[in-house]
């Protein structure tokens, strides 16, 4: 959530911020109201409290005749406080109520508009020109089919569409592609975690999943738990109602966890293979840093998945997502798209968003410098997405005879193979 100190000195950043977001800018206006009422509701309640206070010492040394009427007085206080309590409580819920739709404040150098109107920043790497090679590029289901790798049929059969199996090579290849992302991580100061895919409602709602993204969340009623849709949201809440030390900053962490995703509203998109599904794996990084040094840390973890990827030998551009198709909790978010082939297009691989204090004053982390306490920032960034990286790796290293080559960096995973050889040719 924002500052609501901030709401009160400038009303209008917060409005510009919801018109980029093409959010409702009158929950500005209704939020400001309910503070209002909740500032004045409390200072009501204080006075009240104070003459019952006051009257309370007055009674047992006033006359009989002034008695009497200290005790009327005194009753109409009581019902009066407790009508200032409950008017203070509602005026307290509402302004709470209205503060958790409200989304981050966007961060000014954003581009303003929807999902097409992004930036791109930076283009990495050159896209193969497969006709020059003399060959038509097969997509990432039929190589994937080649190699004994994905198994859509079946995994279908068993659990519905948009789910799946991989095997043998296409198993080893998601374990190699784990495995080097936790090692680049691990390298560059990360601690590994192994997270919970399961996660109180608390957790998903400080994170901001249970807003916008309330659709695609899985819910298990009986047990009032969250299936995760990233590892993020353990991260986050990982930290939840502690206060940390300034000089442990930062702390960073790759989580692994499985993910889970209704995809709604994805009905008839890319449900062809692996490239939305409902269940995956992945590896992402979080980071809490001091406010200040958020956006620094924000290009650090640009820079990371960018080594990642080149380090996958994939051509890829990154882009500064607009306004509109920004999470509720991001107040800058980059992307980072690989091409692929088939599809003729940049496709997001990975994803990094400041999340500045938003998420932490929804979870109550605090960092303690010196005398001070105040909210901390977050950050997360995709390390790997798993099926998505598969689907770049086949469809980019692939040969004519439907082989695929390994890039070096996943080679050490893999046994040392070069090659991904199909099961029958």
Not at 254 to 278: N, Q
Not at 289 to 303: C, G, I, K, T, Y
Request: some cysteine; charged content about 30%; aromatic content about 6%.
């Amino acid at each position: 959530m924002i500052d609501l100190r901030l709401l009160r000195e400038d009303p209008d950043r917060v409005r510009a911020s919801q018109r980029a977001r093409g959010e409702d800018v009158a929950l500005v206006d209704s939020l400001l109201s309910a503070d209002e009422r909740r500032r004045s509701s409390g200072v009501r309640f204080d006075e009240l409290r104070a003459e019952q206070k006051q009257l309370g010492k007055l009674i047992p040394k006033a006359t009989a005749e002034e008695k009497a009427e200290l005790l009327g007085r005194a009753e109409q206080l009581k019902a009066d406080v407790k009508a200032a309590d409950a008017e203070r409580d509602a005026a307290d819920a509402e302004t709470q109520e209205l503060l958790l739709r409200l989304g981050n404040l966007v961060h000014p150098d954003v581009p303003v508009g929807g999902e097409e109107d992004f930036v791109t920043l930076e283009t990495h790497g050159a896209i193969r020109d497969f006709a020059a090679e003399g060959f038509e590029p097969k997509d990432h289901l039929e190589l994937g089919q080649l190699l004994g790798a994905i198994d859509v049929e079946r995994g279908a059969k068993v659990s519905g569409s948009r789910f799946y199996f991989l095997t043998g090579v296409g198993a080893l290849l998601e374990l190699a592609l784990v495995n080097a992302a936790i090692a680049q991580a691990t390298a560059a100061g990360f601690t590994p975690m192994l997270t919970p895919a399961l996660v109180r409602p608390q957790s998903m709602a400080g994170t901001g999943f249970l807003g916008q993204a309330a659709q695609d969340v899985y819910h298990l009623d009986k047990d009032d738990l969250y299936l995760v849709g990233t590892s993020e949201v353990a991260l986050a809440a990982y930290h939840m109602d502690e206060v940390i030390d300034a000089d442990r900053l930062p702390l960073r962490y790759a989580g692994f966890s499985p993910c889970f995703r209704r995809e709604a509203g994805s009905h008839g998109k890319d449900t062809r293979g692996i490239f939305r599904v409902h269940q995956f794996d992945k590896v992402e990084m979080f980071s809490y840093v001091a406010p200040e040094d958020s956006q620094a840390e924000h290009q650090r973890l640009l820079e990371w998945e960018k080594q990642w990827l080149t380090s996958l030998e994939l051509p890829f551009r990154v882009i500064d997502v607009a306004s509109g198709d920004l999470g509720s909790s991001a107040a800058r978010k980059f992307d980072c798209e690989a091409w692929i082939p088939t599809q003729g297009k940049y496709r997001e691989l990975t994803s990094t968003s400041d999340c500045t204090e938003f998420q932490s004053r929804r979870l109550s982390i605090r960092v303690r410098d010196g005398k001070q306490v105040k909210p901390l920032a977050t950050l997360n960034g995709t390390l790997c997405a798993v099926p998505r990286t598969i689907v770049a790796i086949l469809e980019n290293h692939q040969q004519a005879d439907g082989s695929v080559r390994v890039p070096e960096v996943l080679r050490p995973y893999l046994g040392g193979r070069e090659v991904l050889e199909p099961v029958s040719r």
